[in-house]
């Protein structure tokens, strides 16, 4: 690939300090960031960062100044609203500039959890049951939904709001759980709870899609009386990982398993009309029946990560992941009429 210039949109929060001297990398809330625009540095582009919070014109004046060749657009929300991210690149969009990563209409699909169910299914894609609450209702179970459940956000994605208490075993447990997430996130979803392995699948493309190893979330050491789910700590605390030897790896599973659900991680993806880079997110229980929890356009690409790891054990090592989803992003074309 030529050497580019690359504009890297980051929350403002989130720009990595020039000089990390004397600071732990692996423990920063920027490590993705930093990670991103280093190796991108390293491979010898040329890169300048853009911390954006809730104002656009930034964006416009680096553009019309750097000229870059494309956007590398690492941000998860604008002016601290997740749901405003699809805007940011509807306005890169507007501004005719190339980007990394979903289009907006992806991201507007994949972020609402109970509309993206309803696509699946009606794609034949196995979901869980669920139900959605909004704020100032109570919870109404259809005779689809039976204990256990799981309450979760209906829009926050890396596991915002998500701890064991979020699996409820009863009536009371239910409206105290979705009275929480009314309360700190908004509109809650009550989904069938699936006891089970937790699985992930990298995808990568646009049209064509290529498709990772399938990943697992480990939970080897976790108590017998903690559910074995993607809480919010286990997803960020490391000091909690190692306690309780939560790590993820390349699943075993045996390769027709493996391959269904590939495949239906690339279902997924065209049904949500997912392109760039995205992470499906699945539980599989013990009678081997696969659930798409969740579609994650634009995944953590921390060196590391689950993602990253899987590319790497697919032959695409860090550099060449960023690399195609560069070529990616300057092959993406808006669909236009007119």
Known sequence: MKKLR????????????????????????????????????????????????????????????????????????????????????????????????????????????????????????????FTVVRRGRKPQLSKRLHFPLIVKSLFFEASTGISQASVVENAEQLARRVQFIHESLGTAIVEQFVDGRELYVGVLGNERLDVFPVWEMSFAQMPDNRWRIATERVKWSTQYQKRHGIMTEAAQLDAPLAERIQRIAKRTCRALDLNGYARIDVRMDAEGRVSVLEANPNPNLAYGEDFAESAERQGLPYERLLERILALGLRWEPERTG
């Open 6 to 129: 690359i504009l890297a949109l980051v929350h403002e929060h989130l720009v990595p300090p020039e000089d990390t001297t004397g600071i732990d990398v692996l423990e920063a809330e920027w490590k993705m960031e930093y990670d991103v625009i280093e190796t991108l540095k390293e491979i010898g582009h040329q890169v300048r960062v853009l911390g954006v919070h809730d104002d656009l014109m930034p964006i416009r004046r680096a553009a019309g100044l750097f000229e870059p060749h494309i956007v590398f657009n690492l941000m998860e929300a604008f002016a601290g609203v997740t749901t405003f991210d699809q805007n940011v690149v509807s306005y890169l969009e507007l501004l005719r500039l190339p980007y990394t990563g979903c289009n907006p209409r992806g991201l507007i699909l994949a972020r609402d959890k109970a509309l993206s169910k309803k696509l699946l299914a009606y794609h034949r894609i196995p979901v869980p049951e």
